[in-house]
């Protein structure tokens, strides 16, 4: 076999087909210089053609790119030695959308579906020598307004006729996202040339587990005529054991199975070590000569998805390994607009981030894309549980043949591709169309949607026919009765925020799987100073209100920070506060769901990342700059935590344990005021078992002795000799109403290493939401966004590059006051 990468430098022209009379764009007609993979945006930007569309306004100007058609070109060389083999494919990994494809001028194929590698037998067009391979790209934006007035128009959210492109439906515009429809080669592209059979799609299944051994079994499809000399060898390696088996081949398919003896498991984050072997296919000729191979990381575990029936309905918990797992993550969307210019290293530190606040699910949104390999590589590293949503969302779909054959295309490429991946732990059909279609009338039923097929019997039969390891879920949210029943499946909660309602109203919520729920917030300042200038730079200027693209979402900033905070105009001083609300806002729900565990068995919010410079539901904005919700995060979603809640005249205190052991220490809990008065108003020690949620004490609000609600609080500390495990407050008033004593948080600054630094900060009166901020927002902080207590000590680590000196003089200290 050989490879010719054809990624890198192409030719691309605005088609003659596009130029109006007297057009300003006649020069674009010319053969311009092109990157690939990449984009026409990117293209046209990287030539300074068009505007940064991410800066101010330029989106706007933009919007003539997707009605137009494009052509990308490359001309290359083949010796005498490539004509030689009997088979040569144009293998196109992504082409984004509908494109002809032509070989030295002939046409070979049209695609009609970015989401799905293309390979085309292409040795009768090529010669010795010079070759040229050229691809149009048609309007994507024209071409589904022709779809849709041939076809009708369907029930769909924002651009109604984006249903009929297989295509990221983002790109069309979204609420949190511009409308930026893509076209281009945007994955790699190259030439395969190869005279014999090749593996295809190699797939390592576990059969069991129990405490001795695993079964698995290990499959490869042949592609090619079999010649009944050839094996399938297949080498399992890890935990310093190699483990071989081989078995010759009769049909077009191998299939061997492996015992693996005390086999270390694949486990969530935090719940134990994500654990991968390697795995290498190999296809050995009668000489022994390897002819084709793969390579591969699995994990050796088991899911399966509970549903059994209780006294509020029927339940929905995943069960990694025989152990029930409260999910506790965040809904992912494309990192970016424009997809081919998103760095490895974006990836890594997104999904680390994830991780280290103690995440163990990730929801790939059915709006955007199948994610790149790196993605999945590193969930399966991490130990963070895929919910993976096949790429449909919030509308009904076609139901012609020629489109539900290309949906079952895709759903078959997409399964065999992703299904050695542990940490995909479950396939979801769409995001909201069943939803949507019920939510518009009432009286219709899900099976009423166009489309509905292909998420009860297409998808479903794909999903289960080459993968029996994961469940399949029909939509999010899904279950029996309405779509968004709380009683069983999995819910959507957008009654807080979207439907105006308080975050107060989450714990009307009893839902058995939340997979969303969001509040949005501003970034950091420095990433909307990116594409700002300081006249665009307060929330009703023309220019942030662009970046913000909900309906009215700027008005909710307003209203529901001045339910919870005083409005400060002041451009820094609004995006804290309204960063604080995003935060107490999760918190709330969070810390509420967790402690309905199992009942309730799934908080996923809306959502960790974001596509460009806005004010969204991310917790994470663009430039990577964490929000306060972020750090919140990293303490809710905790092993163990300590909860407080108010209900009917009480207060109950929980604490939350994920462990997958019990966990002992002693509570303590305190009526604190903010100049330092304390008084114990309960201590106990208890030992908390396993992978529970436990009240540990309910206390009348007449037995809480407040004098002054506006400057006392509850704590909660559940700690051993050595250590607080978890802490929490209880106020009794909004922050708004609040009194902030003045007082002055002390610093000192130390370097622990090379590149490590330790900030101690103490007050002689309680601050609340202490941010730490170093220059321009990158640097990430063990903790942020925090309480102290009066006369309490906190100590704060980070790393960087830059000197002791420099790092004081770019601390900056800011809290609510």
């Not at 295509?167 to 395969?192: C, H, M, N, V």
């Not at 610093?747 to 330790?758: N, V």
Request: glycine share 6%; proline share 4%.
């Amino acid at each position: 076999m050989k490879i010719l990468d054809l990624t890198g430098e192409w030719q691309f022209r605005l088609s003659k087909d596009s130029l109006q009379k007297k057009s300003e764009r006649k020069k674009l007609t010319r053969w311009m210089k092109a990157k690939v993979p990449g984009t026409v945006h990117t293209d046209l930007m990287s030539l300074d053609l068009i505007p940064d569309p991410h800066y101010r306004m330029n989106e706007n100007d933009v919007q003539w790119v997707d009605v137009c058609t494009w052509e990308y070109k490359i001309v290359f060389t083949l010796n005498k030695e490539w004509l030689k083999y009997r088979l040569i494919e144009l293998v196109a990994e992504g082409l984004d959308t509908f494109t002809t494809v032509k070989v030295n001028g002939r046409p070979i194929a049209e695609t009609d579906n970015m989401f799905v590698e293309h390979r085309f037998n292409v040795r009768n067009f090529l010669k010795k020598g010079r070759n040229t391979i050229t691809i149009l790209f048609h309007s994507p934006t024209v071409r589904v307004n022709e779809l849709e007035n041939q076809n009708g128009r369907l029930l769909v959210a924002n651009e109604p006729a984006r249903v009929y492109a297989r295509k990221a439906q983002y790109s069309f515009g979204w609420d949190w996202g511009p409308k930026l429809t893509t076209s281009g080669i945007w994955r790699r592209i190259y030439l395969e040339g190869r005279d014999s059979i090749r593996l295809n799609d190699p797939y390592i299944k576990t059969i069991s587990i129990n405490s001795e051994h695993a079964v698995l079994e290990c499959y490869s499809a042949i592609e090619g005529k079999v010649d009944k000399s050839y094996k399938l060898n297949v080498i399992l390696s890890g935990d310093d054991r190699i483990i071989e088996s081989t078995v010759m081949l009769e049909n077009s398919y191998g299939s061997v199975r492996i015992d693996v003896p005390q086999p270390r498991l694949w486990w969530p984050n935090g719940y134990g070590e994500p654990y991968l072997y390697h795995a290498l296919f190999q296809l050995v000729d009668k000489e022994n000569n390897v002819i084709d191979k793969y390579e591969t990381r699995f994990g050796i575990r088991t899911v399966a998805l509970l549903q059994e029936k209780d006294e509020t309905g029927e339940s929905f918990i995943f069960e990694i390994n025989g152990n029930k797992i409260f999910s506790k993550g965040a809904n992912w969307i494309p990192a970016d607009n424009f997809i081919p210019r998103i760095p490895d290293e974006r990836y890594e530190k997104l999904l680390k981030l994830a991780a280290d606040a103690e995440m163990n699910t990730i929801r790939v949104w059915g709006g955007g894309i199948y994610e790149e390999k790196i993605f999945y590589d590193l969930c399966d590293r991490l130990g963070l549980m895929v919910w993976q949503d096949f790429m449909f969302a919030c509308g009904e779909y076609p139901e012609e043949n020629r489109f539900v054959d290309n949906v079952r295309r895709e759903a078959e490429y997409v399964v065999k591709q992703l299904r050695n991946h542990p940490s995909i732990v479950i396939w979801c059909g769409n995001n909201e169309c069943e939803y949507l279609f019920c939510n518009e009338n009432s009286g219709r039923q899900p099976d009423d949607m166009k489309g509905a097929g292909l998420f009860r019997d297409v998808i479903r039969e794909v999903c289960e026919e080459h993968d029996e390891t994961r469940p399949y879920w029909r939509s999010s949210p899904y279950g029996a009765g309405h779509p968004n029943d709380e009683s069983n499946g999995n819910h959507h909660q957008w009654e807080v925020w979207s439907n105006w309602k308080t975050y107060l109203n989450y714990s009307d919520t009893t839902a058995r799987f939340v997979t969303e729920f969001g509040f949005q917030a501003p970034p950091h300042q420095k990433t909307f100073d990116s594409v700002t200038v300081k006249e665009d730079r307060h929330f009703q200027s023309q220019v942030l209100e662009h970046h913000n693209k909900q309906i009215e979402g700027t008005e909710r900033l307003y209203r529901f920070q001045a339910a919870h905070y005083t409005i400060e105009n002041e451009y820094e001083e609004f995006i804290y506060r309204g960063q604080l609300l995003q935060a107490e806002a999760l918190k709330y729900a969070v810390e509420y769901w967790r402690s309905r565990k199992f009942h309730t068995a799934g908080s996923i919010f809306w959502q960790l990342n974001d596509c460009w410079q806005v004010s969204s539901w991310s917790v994470i904005d663009s430039d990577l700059r964490p929000k306060a919700a972020y750090y919140y995060s990293k303490r809710f979603f905790a092993p163990v935590l300590a909860s407080i809640h108010h209900s009917d005249g009480k207060y109950i205190f929980r604490i939350t344990n994920d462990r997958l052991s019990p966990v002992a220490g002693t509570i303590v809990v305190d009526l604190l005021t903010v100049r330092g008065g304390k008084k114990q108003l309960f201590k106990k020690q208890l030992s908390v078992d396993a992978n529970v949620s436990v009240v540990v004490l309910e206390m009348d609000s007449s037995d809480v002795p407040v004098s002054d609600p506006a400057a006392e609080y509850i704590r909660i500390r559940f700690k051993t000799k050595d250590e607080v495990i978890a802490e929490n407050r209880y106020f009794f008033v909004t922050p708004k109403h609040f009194v902030y004593p003045a007082g002055k948080v002390k610093l000192k600054i130390s370097r622990d290493g090379h590149k490590t630094y330790s900030i101690e900060l103490t007050a002689p009166v309680f601050v609340k939401d202490v941010q730490l901020d170093i220059d321009d927002g990158t640097t990430i902080f063990s903790d942020n966004f925090f309480d102290i207590d009066a006369g309490e000590r906190r100590v704060i680590q980070f790393s960087s590059n830059r000197s002791l000196r420099r790092v004081k003089d770019m601390l900056s200290v800011r809290w609510l006051r």
